[in-house]
């Protein structure tokens, strides 16, 4: 523990001892604040107006990391949201659509969150330049979907990228490609913090530069950066002359996250008159998504609670499926002229995410995070919509690669949906074992992805390799243990099986 944090600890735990704890407090902020100067000094003068915004955001939230003390919800105060909060999409949709829909869609900016990388998936680059389908990108699917809105309506829906300095350079080398399309693409970029030394709470950070030894002395500090970061680079201005007045956010991963009419038809012309600020899409838990944040009543707003912020005794309670039955997809329809008023009042509220993490050369650090789903509390009006499941199909690993890849789902003009040939609407659930994890091994795994319309339950772990037109079907769990290696066979129809120990069929 770090000398500042024993001091500011022994001085919470000693009655009226607050004004040496504030001392100590104002001692580490100065302490920062020099260090930031001389991060600053460094910047080339094209990049110092941007390099001063980015720090001085940092400084404000470090002085909010210093203020905050304890969990940052109290969980006696957390109550379920009042039933007319959240909204089923099915009373959504019986509202129908407009003759005037074009009008409609001229009104919204499709934002994708694209600052990932694809290193969880062993992939170099922005996640979103991976192949999802017959070839193409998360990028080339979204393109595609909005050229769709934009042909068939007639309409000028722009698409909006938030990239990171990950991502940045590359993703913009690859928009020429779609300079033909019938689609305008913006990019912005997300803020650049300096991660901070976990023990003295100093910026590892010596210069601006992140390349060589600075590398990991910077981070993109989570989405909710996109309130600060959208508003500083002048597109808000641009779309709210341009009439643009919502804009749909969501996860560049979520190949569920498509345009939906009915939501944007409910938030233009409101059942009540009362204009919605923020529409958070929700959808019901199930066993796997016991992590994710659900939306609560808290003092009277609608507020987003995460795992992180749970106290550790009520963690449990949290994970229930029966008592928070929804979970938060992160597609989020959100006002422009709100976004205006509440940053331009300094008033976007987002509880501080502390991720821990390790340098490769072993340096313990800390990098402030937020969520972009925590500021719904400082939204009027805001509403939670249940959603399909159907919303929700994120690809996190190439055990969800291989569903999206599968013949459970059908692609037209970018969309992926189920396809009418699976007799149930439910996923199936799949889990590939560390030999599939990077993208190149499990492509090389499979000769051709298999037929999976009748699978309920797929667990592959070990050295196993599929021929081409294998068929899955019910609950399959193949295990090669180490040392064997299973192939699995060309055309073999694998029907509530179980293979392990060794299996290779060789030509003769």
Request: charged share 25%.
């Amino acid at each position: 523990m770090s000398r500042y944090v024993q001091d500011l600890s022994k001085a919470m735990s000693q009655d009226g001892a607050s004004q040496f704890q504030e001392v100590i407090r104002q001692e580490l902020e100065l302490s920062v604040k020099k260090e930031l100067e001389k991060i600053l000094v460094t910047a080339p003068s094209h990049e110092f107006e941007h390099t001063k915004k980015d720090l001085d955001g940092f400084r404000k939230l470090f002085h909010r990391f210093l203020q905050e003390k304890g969990p940052s919800v109290d969980w006696g105060k957390i109550q379920r949201p009042p039933e007319d909060s959240i909204q089923p999409y099915d009373k959504i949709k019986a509202r129908g659509l407009p003759d005037n829909i074009s009008s409609v869609l001229n009104k919204l900016v499709v934002v994708k969150l694209n600052g990932g990388l694809g290193t969880s998936m062993g992939c170099k680059g922005p996640k979103s330049l991976i192949g999802v389908r017959n070839e193409n990108t998360f990028l080339d699917l979204t393109v595609q979907q909005i050229e769709h809105l934009n042909k068939t309506y007639n309409t000028d829906v722009p698409l909006v990228l938030m990239n990171s300095f990950n991502t940045d350079e590359d993703t913009k080398k690859i928009l020429q490609k779609y300079s033909h399309c019938r689609v305008k693409i913006y990019t912005f970029n997300q803020s650049r913090y300096p991660r901070i030394n976990k023990e003295s709470l100093l910026p590892v950070a010596k210069d601006v530069s992140y390349s060589g030894e600075n590398t990991e002395a910077w981070y993109p500090p989570g989405h909710g950066d996109i309130y600060a970061s959208f508003y500083n680079s002048g597109l808000l201005d641009i779309f709210i002359g341009e009439g643009k007045e919502y804009i749909f956010v969501s996860n560049i991963d979520n190949l569920g996250a498509t345009v939906d009419l009915y939501i944007l038809n409910h938030l233009m012309n409101p059942p009540n008159g009362k204009p919605c600020e923020f529409v958070m899409e929700v959808t019901n838990k199930t066993r796997a998504d016991v992590k994710g944040g659900t939306l609560t009543q808290y003092e009277g707003k609608l507020r987003l609670v995460e795992i992180a912020q749970v106290p550790k005794a009520h963690v449990d309670e949290f994970k229930s499926v029966s008592k928070f039955k929804i979970f938060n997809t992160n597609n989020l329809w959100i006002s422009l002229a709100a976004v205006k008023r509440l940053q331009e009042k300094n008033a976007i509220d987002m509880e501080i995410i502390v991720n821990p993490k390790t340098l490769d050369g072993g340096l313990n650090v800390i990098q402030l995070e937020t969520a972009v789903g925590a500021a719904i509390k400082s939204f009027e009006n805001s509403l939670g919509i249940n959603v399909p499941r159907s919303r929700f199909l994120p690809v996190k690993t190439t055990s969800d690669l291989l569903l999206v890849m599968s013949n459970l789902y059908s692609l037209n003009a970018g969309s992926l949906t189920m396809s009418e040939k699976r007799e149930f609407p439910t996923v199936p659930l799949v889990k590939l074992g560390s030999s599939f994890t990077k993208v190149q091994d499990y492509l090389r795994r499979f000769e051709s992805i298999p037929d999976m319309l009748e699978l309920d339950h797929l667990t592959v772990s070990g050295d196993v390799t599929f021929g081409k037109n294998v068929s899955l079907k019910g609950t399959v769990i193949i295990i090669a243990n180490h040392g064997d290696r299973i192939d699995i066979p060309p055309g073999a129809v694998l029907e509530n099986k179980i293979v392990s120990g060794n299996l290779r069929i060789l030509d003769h």
